[in-house]
């Protein structure tokens, strides 16, 4: 069974960084065709893809936040890391990290997200 | 302004079916057979309920079905249930260096 949760800050405050890490079970990173992402939801608003790393250390990132954001893997400690800077109150929202694989199309298994407020 | 656009809302009294439609362009959805559709009821976090355009997830009712005409894709819901009240996104790849463009959701409501 996989299993994602997303962990990191409540409350950050504006030019700040922001950490997040989703620790994983049920599958490896270095599997081959195996990927994990990352998601905001701004309260009351959409859905917004923010970046992806795959088992071979490919990463995407999404064209509006790309200087802002980096994801990295530990494959032994079964993580995935997006680390976000200068954040801004429109930054706030839940953030949801998703299992997905080269094979076919779509984010199979997703965290339960956690809340992230940027206020000073 | 999300990338693909999606109607606000639709509604449908339960056995009745519903659409929802999702338009891009020739960079997203029309480009490929890469569209995926969520399902997201009030404070849970989203769940796969198409993939590869029409292909259903092991466990998601074949009430749910996915087509895709030129740069518009459709989810498709039959024998409507009162438990399908719910928003929905459809998501799109476009392109090697964006893996993910979604719409900006659609709320059904089952009257």
């Known amino acids: 069974q996989i299993t994602l949760k997303e962990s990191g800050p409540t409350l950050v405050k504006p030019t700040q960084t922001l950490t997040l890490t989703c620790t994983f079970s049920g599958f490896s990173l270095s599997t081959s065709g195996v990927g994990v992402g990352w998601i905001r939801q701004p309260p009351g608003k959409a859905l917004e893809w923010l970046a992806l790393i795959y088992w071979n250390d490919d990463k995407r990132y999404s064209p509006s936040l790309k200087s802002r954001l980096t994801i990295t893997k530990d494959t032994s400690k079964n993580q995935v890391v997006l680390t976000m800077t200068n954040m801004d109150p429109v930054d706030t929202a839940t953030y949801y990290c998703?299992?997905?694989?080269?094979?076919?199309?779509?984010?199979?298994?997703w965290g339960q997200g956690t809340t992230v407020t940027v206020s000073s | 302004q999300s990338a693909l656009t999606q109607p606000r809302s639709v509604s449908g009294s339960p056995g009745q079916s519903v659409t929802i439609s999702c338009t891009g362009t020739?960079?997203?959805?029309?480009?490929?057979?890469?569209v995926s559709w969520y399902q997201q009821h009030p404070g849970k976090a989203p769940k796969l309920m198409i993939y590869d355009v029409s292909k259903r997830p092991s466990g998601v009712p074949d009430r749910f079905s996915g087509s895709k005409s030129g740069n518009t894709a459709s989810l498709t819901i039959s024998g409507l249930q009162a438990e399908d009240e719910a928003d929905y996104y459809c998501?799109?790849?476009?392109?090697?260096?964006?893996?993910?463009?979604f719409g900006g959701g659609t709320k059904l409501t089952v009257l």
């Open positions: 998501c799109s790849y476009a392109g090697s260096y964006t893996f993910a463009v």
């Open positions: 020739s960079s997203d959805v029309g480009g490929y057979n890469y």
């Open positions: 998703a299992h997905c694989v080269s094979s076919y199309y779509g984010m199979d298994v």
